[in-house]
């Protein structure tokens, strides 16, 4: 199955933002992104997705 994802790198103060995921105990870092919803632009979902996991609008 395919599915479309969006992501973003944030860099701010010369650091990168990412978000740490641990699965089966295994941790790891991803960018911060996700599944796009019907009707969305990879754009639009990408920004929704930064605000759900770091709380900030992106512009």
Known sequence: ???NR???IIVREGKIALIKRIRE?????VFPGG???EGETPEEAT????F???GVFSS
């Open 1 to 3: 199955m395919t599915r």
């Open 6 to 8: 969006g992501a973003a």
């Open 25 to 29: 105990d295994e941790t790891y870092y």
């Open 35 to 37: 599944g796009i919803e």
């Open 47 to 50: 920004r929704r997705e930064i």
């Open 52 to 54: 759900e996991e770091l």
